[in-house]
T-cell receptor, first 108, second 114 residues
Framework: GIQVEQSPPDLILQEGANSTLRCNFS?????LQWFHQNPWGQLINLFY???GTKQNGRLSATTVATERYSLLYISSSQTTDSGVYFC??????????FGKGTRLSVIA | GAVVSQHPSRVICKSGTSVKIECRSL??????MFWYRQFPKQSLMLMAT?????????EQGVEKDKFLINHASLTLSTLTVTSAHPEDSSFYIC??????????FGSGTRLTVV
């Protein structure tokens, strides 16, 4: 099946710093989403981005499907950005396949 | 955007009892919903796919008699943990798919079996 690898597994940032999270996937997919899981467990949909680039405030994402990777950019990080960031992919109507996540801690 | 409501958010039950968790799509219809389980500091593990009007499809290793799934309408799926044991304690999350927003997740249910 499809394998999803995320890097780095853990990241500690000083408030105000920028970061890039990476998601590599092993096979061709036509759908990809980035989620943020907050400390209470809620999974928040950040981007539905099967290809191209999208931006939402301080966050942006780029997916290059032909090269099987996606990047999530966080600029001017805030303590509220802390949590786990998951990348998930799927093909057609198959279930989501999640990466193991990047655990981000932003310190003041 | 698409909203999925999950209840309860937290439940504590005694060993041997059953617990029902509800997952509702509030502003869209979902013919398919998904149930996940998450252990501390781990990723989400798909348990089963819930199909409206038909039997759920369970992933390998998931006991269908312990985790009963019912998808009675286009907006409601339920997961019942039967004869719960402490090892069933976990974080359970449901998800539904919509064409415009992709997958949307409920807020999760933290189950503790004592």
């Amino acid at each position: 099946g499809i394998q999803v690898e995320q890097s780095p597994p853990d990241l500690i940032l000083q408030e105000g710093a920028n970061s890039t999270l990476r998601c590599n996937f092993s096979d061709s997919v036509n759908n990809l989403q980035w989620f943020h899981q907050n400390p209470w467990g809620q999974l928040i949909n950040l981007f539905y981005i099967p290809s191209g680039t999208k931006q939402n405030g301080r966050l942006s994402a780029t997916t290059v499907a032909t090269e099987r990777y996606s990047l999530l950019y966080i600029s001017s990080s805030q303590t509220t950005d802390s949590g786990v960031y998951f990348c998930a992919v799927w093909w057609g109507n198959t279930p989501l396949v999640f990466g193991k996540g990047t655990r981000l801690s932003v310190i003041a | 955007g698409a909203v999925v409501s999950q209840h309860p958010s937290r439940v504590i039950c005694k060993s041997g009892t059953s617990v029902k968790i509800e997952c509702r799509s509030l502003d869209f219809q979902a013919t398919t919903m998904f149930w996940y389980r998450q252990f501390p500091k781990q990723s989400l593990m798909l348990m089963a796919t819930s199909n409206e009007g038909s039997k759920a499809t369970y992933e390998q290793g998931v006991e269908k008699d312990k985790f009963l799934i019912n998808h009675a309408s286009l907006t409601l799926s339920t997961l019942t943990v039967t004869s719960a044991h402490p090892e069933d304690s976990s974080f359970y999350i449901c998800s539904a798919y919509s064409v415009n927003y992709g997958y949307t997740f409920g807020s999760g249910t933290r189950l503790t079996v004592v």
